[in-house]
């Protein structure tokens, strides 16, 4: 594909007919849509234009001085809106598209996590992960005996040999007086030596907090494993960065965001980050779109009047901010499945092995995980925010937690006599039970879901299987079945739980596929390519409430849109995963060009990065399609 450079032609001065005449007339594919005339800013023309809705794609676009769309249509149709200071690019056959909806992130903490030691969510020894840490160690040896260390992207179910669950023990070993925080990629497990139980004051005696667990051994000692929110009494004790330095690490994320495509997002669970969103508006260096999320606790929400009133203070913070918007509250319900966390609220109790690893004999046990609101709570706050105008957006893993959320999200409709357009959404769903399937969609309620997860890996197989059976696990993600009972689907990557590539859940969402050679996981649950494009751009724009603005690309909504360096209707679904953006637009201002000598773009997936700073601690990993698999 040509490069940007080649592709951008200044039309200025040039007059309307010598303009006109830069574009090529063809009537070989129909206008989608045209408004009154006037002079566009950018003509984007003679490519393939995916609108995102029903049709054949257009060739070209004209957007206007405030940004919003005039025309999408053909080059005929289109090229009357150029005017003497009209901007056109030659797509030169580039394939547009309305930009990707992040229905789910968190960016700042992404950005933040870009500057840690990572693990890289590896499969790993003990041995291995202790030789990280070591050189860790070594490379800030000035910040003994005090100084904490912080270790991300922990795979807390990919400790080698399978089933291993670390302790304390496995991090006093090492040659420090450092305390030390290891903290899992999937955000709901820390891992910590001695000194950081005894600086946190965990002991014996300290009763696990509300929405978590203290793992203990059979004496009652804490074993350094800490779960959900547990992990917050180390956490917090790691000296916060500085303002300064959480703006520079969100600006850092949100110009990977918009390099790779991405043109709006959710941010679930901003509730302690707002005075940095308004640093990172009043900088200019947002970029994208931002829906804002406050994560609410159980005990908060006990108080309903007390709880509202703090997201009204909340929202308040962005009135009239630009590109920024609240209006979402986020609960836990539960944790997460794969063990040994085990914290996913279950229907049904996990399978426990009451015979050998050589003759396993796996039977119901009694741990259904953990329930983190109960039934009367969450129901009394979803019933109190709906009447108020607020959407509930519910972390929901297990099929109890989900049908927890339904159950409340039921009566919300139903109070009042008339149901409220507020999108009550549940997050997840890794397990759903079908009968739950039908009630979600009569009370239309939103399913978000993080399908490039979606696969036979070390979770589904070695940390689920076993535990769930293969009944439940042949039932992981059934997005296909929510799409055909009428569940609007939306997208999400879950960064920086997952690698960034916010083009691998539109792949995986269709083919269900791991790395080469692993079997399709549970193909017929995969969706069609147009229902992945419309669930990662419109179903998470819906979800922002902002589909009157972004989703599609239409006459009156906002010029977000990406070029991207593939034609995502004709390559093979398994190639998407790939996609590059060359341009991203957000209401018909340039936030990336691929060709820009300042464009901060990030081409490596952090798994590729991961790997490299292993490999130089001299743990040898290879990048797979979904995670990293380290030597042992």
């Not at 499969?123 to 202790?130: C, N, R």
């Not at 509202?308 to 009239?320: I, M, Q, V």
């Not at 008339?418 to 739950?436: G, K």
């Not at 179903?539 to 603005?549: D, I, M, R």
Request: glycine fraction near 8%; aromatic fraction near 4%; hydrophobic fraction near 40%.
């Amino acid at each position: 594909m040509a490069q940007q450079s080649d592709r951008r032609t200044f039309l200025v001065g040039a007059g309307a007919a010598a303009a006109a005449a830069a574009i090529p007339l063809s009537t070989a594919v129909p206008a989608v849509a045209s408004s009154r005339r006037r002079s566009a800013a950018t003509v984007l023309h003679s490519g393939v234009v995916f609108t995102g809705r029903p049709g054949r794609p257009a060739q070209a676009v004209a957007v206007g001085q405030d940004g919003t769309i005039l025309a999408v249509g053909s080059n005929g149709e289109v090229r009357r809106f150029l005017g003497r200071d009209t901007e056109a690019i030659d797509l030169k056959g580039g394939f547009v598209m309305p930009g990707l909806v992040d229905g789910h992130a968190h960016p700042i903490s992404a950005g933040l996590s870009l500057h840690n030691v990572s693990l890289g969510d590896a499969e790993m020894t003990v041995a291995q992960i202790q030789k990280v840490i070591t050189a860790a160690l070594k490379a800030s040896a000035d910040k003994e005996p005090d100084g904490w260390l912080q270790i991300s992207m922990w795979n807390s179910s990919g400790v080698l040999p399978a089933g291993t669950v670390v302790t304390k023990a496995g991090l006093d070993v090492l040659d420090t007086k450092r305390p030390i925080l290891v903290r899992s990629s999937d955000g709901h497990n820390a891992w910590v030596n001695s000194r950081a139980l005894a600086l946190a004051g965990i002991t014996k005696a300290t009763a696990d907090p509300d929405g978590g667990s203290i793992v203990r051994d059979a004496s009652g000692e804490p074993t350094g494993l800490l779960k959900d929110t547990a992990t917050a009494l180390v956490r917090d004790l790691v000296p916060d960065p500085t303002p300064a330095e959480e703006v520079a690490a969100a600006a850092e994320a949100f110009a990977m965001l918009a390099g790779a495509g991405v043109t709006s997002l959710m941010d679930a669970g901003a509730g302690d980050s707002a005075d940095t969103y308004l640093a990172l508006a009043a900088v200019d260096k947002l970029k994208l779109r931002t829906r804002l999320s406050y994560r609410l606790s159980a005990t908060e929400a006990k108080d309903t009047a007390a709880a509202l009133a703090t997201l009204r203070a909340f929202e308040k913070k962005f009135a009239g901010a630009d590109l920024l918007s609240a209006g979402t509250a986020k609960v836990f319900l539960d944790g997460v499945m794969e063990y040994p966390a085990h914290t996913a609220a279950m229907l049904d109790p996990y399978l426990v092995n009451n015979g050998t690893d050589s003759k396993p004999d796996w039977e119901p046990g009694t741990d259904h995980g953990s329930l983190y609101f109960d039934q009367d709570t969450i129901t009394n706050l979803a019933v109190v925010l709906d009447r108020a105008g607020w959407q509930l957006h519910a972390h929901t893993i297990g099929d109890r937690a989900v049908r927890t959320a339904i159950t409340a999200y039921e009566a919300a409709v139903r109070h009042g006599g008339r149901p409220r357009d507020n999108r009550h959404t549940l997050a997840h769903v890794e397990l759903i039970a079908p009968s739950d399937i039908r009630r979600a969609a009569r009370a239309r309620v939103l399913a978000c879901l993080q399908l490039q997860w979606a696969e036979y890996d070390s979770y589904t197989t070695d940390s689920l299987l076993p535990y769930l059976g293969t009944e439940r696990q042949s039932r992981i993600y059934p997005a296909r079945s929510m799409e055909r009972a009428g569940i609007r689907l939306t997208g999400g990557t879950d960064w920086p739980i997952d690698d960034f590539n916010p083009w691998r859940p539109v792949d995986q969402a269709i083919t269900r596929t791991g790395p080469d050679g692993t079997p399709a996981f549970h193909p017929e649950e995969g969706l069609s390519r147009l229902s992945s494009l419309r669930m990662h751009t419109y179903g998470s724009s819906y979800q922002l409430h902002q589909e009157h603005l972004t989703g599609t690309l239409e006459v009156g909504k906002q010029a977000d849109l990406v070029l991207t360096d593939r034609d995502l209707l004709k390559i093979k679904a398994t190639e998407i995963s790939g996609t590059q953006a060359e341009l991203t637009m957000i209401g018909g201002a340039i936030v990336h060009d691929s060709t820009s000598t300042t464009a901060v773009t990030r081409r490596t997936h952090a798994s590729t990065a991961a790997a490299k700073t292993l490999r130089a601690m001299g743990v040898e990993c290879r990048s797979s399609h979904s995670h990293l698999a380290c030597g042992h």
